[in-house]
């Protein structure tokens, strides 16, 4: 899966993140630690986690997908200046 970076950060409660299956949140844990690695960050216990409403989390912390999403946008643009 390719991710297109937001033009600004997406907020937890964004109702486009409920389009994104535990499937999708899953391959897009694993690009942020692939891409994260180039820059020296190592999630080693990336997970993710269902609420009682069906939203998935993204364990490292307890943290909304949306921050997930965040952090992928932030390591593309580093890439993009280090290129």
């Known amino acids: 899966m ?4 937001l033009p600004q950060p997406m907020l937890p409660t964004d109702h486009r993140i409920r389009y994104y299956t535990h499937d999708h ?5 694993d690009e942020v630690d692939d891409r994260g690695r180039e820059f ?6 990336l997970n993710t986690k269902r609420t009682p409403d069906d939203r998935v989390l993204v364990r490292f912390g307890t ?3 949306s921050t ?3 952090l992928l946008t932030l390591l593309l643009a580093a890439e993009r200046r280090t290129r």
């Open 2 to 5: 390719i991710y297109r970076p």
């Open 25 to 29: 949140i899953r391959s897009l844990l």
């Open 40 to 45: 020296g960050l190592i999630f080693p216990t």
């Open 63 to 65: 943290a909304p997908a």
């Open 68 to 70: 997930l999403l965040n």
